[in-house]
């Protein structure tokens, strides 16, 4: 069988970690367990296709993100951004092609709650919060998630939730606002507590769309700052058309055209790269 070139070159999970066909972890342990980036990589995107109605919105598209990473997709309206991220999270089922979540998880085999409890969250370009909850209610009621919000509701958190609560407040930047109504936030401060919120979860791999549209230049900045302090601990990739924004955060970008990877490579490589500049930053 002949390895797809790009796999040549990569740690994947594909040739050398094939999990054994009958492997010693169920499904549902290999989710609890989380994703297993022993080998460097967290996401595994090989050869997705996903059509509507015979339109190729990712067209054999091949993609993979370091464990750690913040990874920036960029490309023009239409070229499958947001069809990438809906296959990760299991929205959308691909055609074909193969998606790993570490070297365990299967994302082809599981359904979006179970995805989203393995370890991969999604924000929305949209802010969702709870506009007649404070700050730190909103936090607590994301940290209950799925298993009991009537419980969260009747209990006070416990001293170690609370210590998780002020752990978030503090990353996201909105300790001093924390008993306000979120309904007063500015909309860089929702999408910030979003990203809290989120975060609560504890995931390995954050998925974020457009953080920055319709933010000031300072909350521009001040998001820049969080996403760049989330990476390391996580691996999390941002779409975004503000290119000083992805200037500002981003070590590799990743170019997307009509479903495909045109460029991959640092910003100035990309930015000066014939094709990209034809189809994106030429417009
Ligand atoms: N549910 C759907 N049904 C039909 N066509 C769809 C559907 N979802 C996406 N498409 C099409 O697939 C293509 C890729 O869309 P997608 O939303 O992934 O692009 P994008 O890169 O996120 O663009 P933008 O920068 O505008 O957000 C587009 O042509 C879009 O019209
Ligand atoms: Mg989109």
């Known amino acids: 069988m002949s390895v797809p070139r790009t796999l040549a070159r990569l740690p994947s999970r594909s040739r050398s970690a094939r999990p054994p066909r009958h492997g010693a972890l169920a499904p549902s342990d290999a989710l609890a367990a989380g994703p297993d980036t022993s080998h460097g990589v967290i996401l595994y995107l090989e050869e997705i296709t996903v059509s509507f109605d015979g339109f190729r919105a990712l067209d054999s598209l091949t993609l993979y993100v370091q464990a750690g990473e913040l ?145 000031t230049p300072q909350e521009t900045e001040r998001t820049a700052a969080l996403l760049t302090s989330l990476a390391g601990n996580r691996s999390v990739v941002v779409v975004e058309h503000d290119m000083d924004f992805v200037r500002s955060i981003a070590r590799t970008v990743t170019v997307l055209h009509e479903g495909r990877v045109l460029a991959e490579g640092s910003i100035d490589q990309v930015q000066s790269d014939p094709k990209v500049i034809e189809v994106y930053l030429g417009e």
């Open 71 to 215: 990874r920036c997709l960029i490309g023009p309206n239409g070229a499958g951004k947001t069809t990438l991220m809906d296959v990760v999270t299991g929205k959308t089922r691909p055609d074909s092609g193969s998606a790993w979540f570490g070297q365990m998880i299967d994302l082809l085999a599981h359904t979006e709650p179970e995805i989203a409890e393995a370890g991969i969250g999604r924000k929305f370009q949209r802010p969702t919060v709870f506009e007649r909850h404070t700050v730190f209610e909103n936090l607590e009621l994301a940290m209950a998630g799925s298993k009991s919000v009537w419980r969260m509701l009747v209990a006070r958190p416990s001293a170690g939730e609370r210590e998780r609560i002020d752990e978030v407040l503090e990353t996201i930047g909105l300790t001093a606002r924390r008993f306000e109504v979120a309904g007063t936030l500015s909309h860089g401060e929702k999408q910030w507590l979003e990203i809290g919120m989120l975060l609560m979860q504890d995931p390995q791999l954050l998925l974020v769309d457009e953080p920055v549209a319709g933010m």
